[in-house]
T-cell receptor, first 114, second 124 residues
Framework: ETGVTQSPTHLIKTRGQQVTLRCSSQ?????VSWYQQALGQGPQFIFQ???????GRGNFPPRFSGLQFPNYSSELNVNALELDDSALYLC?????????????FGQGTRLTVV | GQNIDQPTEMTATEGAIVQINCTYQ??????LFWYQQHAGEAPTFLSY????GLEEKGRFSSFLSRSKGYSYLLLKELQMKDSASYLC?????????????????????????FGKGTTLSVSS
């Protein structure tokens, strides 16, 4: 186990609803990144948080937003859910930004939008 | 643009050696990672290369050629439990220098740009 925990593990939502996913980073890690992994695809970078500020963003619309808290845990919020948002959402924590240190992944949240 | 290519599927038998290739074209390069992902589970770290050459770690080795934009993961003495998806990922900067805020003590972040993964099936 990596020490990165995500909740919930599974979630079913209806199109148009909003969802919040949570991630507790590994002890000592101050950087959290979120990824979306569709079935049969590699993870795609959503955004990264460092010291409670967004520190980089991938090609995702503004309805994907996030937060990082003083204890370095993080939330991913998705508004106006679409069917294509159905995916495994992965949180990864690392010890610093600006250096390619190993990222430790949580087990993911499987989101199904119906 | 960002592009990472690796074969979709590979098959091999127990005890054999398999090489999974990865080619990449990215706007930035801070290193190349290989991750293993079993179905329904999180990716787990296998290896990291930032300089050209071969890195060996037990049954797994990874090679990098930055000039060719090429890497491979070599798995020796294959076991059934090695059946999984293998993800090639390039570490790339997320923030340009113009966006840095020195007063916040921030520095450029890095994101992992993943390929689609190679599904390896090991049979007895």
């Amino acid at each position: 186990e990596t020490g990165v925990t995500q909740s919930p593990t599974h979630l079913i939502k209806t199109r148009g609803q909003q969802v919040t996913l949570r991630c507790s980073s590994q002890s000592g890690h101050n950087t959290v990144s979120w990824y979306q992994q569709a079935l049969g695809q590699g993870p795609q970078f959503i955004f990264q948080y460092y010291r409670e500020e967004e520190n980089g963003r991938g090609n995702f619309p503004p309805r994907f937003s996030g937060l990082q808290f003083p204890n370095y845990s993080s939330e991913l919020n998705v508004n106006a859910l679409e069917l294509d948002d159905s995916a495994l959402y992965l949180c990864a924590s690392s010890s610093q930004t600006g250096a390619p240190t190993e990222a430790f992944f949580g087990q993911g949240t499987r989101l199904t939008v119906v | 643009g960002q592009n990472i290519d690796q074969p979709t599927e590979m098959t091999a038998t127990e005890g054999a050696i398999v090489q999974i290739n990865c080619t990449y074209q990215t706007s930035g390069f801070n290193g190349l990672f290989w991750y293993q992902q079993h179905a329904g589970e999180a990716p787990t770290f296998l290896s990291y290369n930032v300089l050209d050459g071969l890195e060996e770690k037990g049954r797994f080795s990874s090679f990098l050629s930055r000039s060719k934009g090429y890497s491979y993961l070599l798995l020796k003495e294959l076991q059934m439990k090695d059946s999984a998806s293998y993800l090639c990922a390039v570490s790339s900067p997320t923030t340009t220098s113009s966006a840095l805020e020195p007063e916040r003590g921030n520095q450029a972040g890095t994101a992992l740009i993943f390929g689609k993964g190679t599904t390896l099936s090991v049979s007895s």
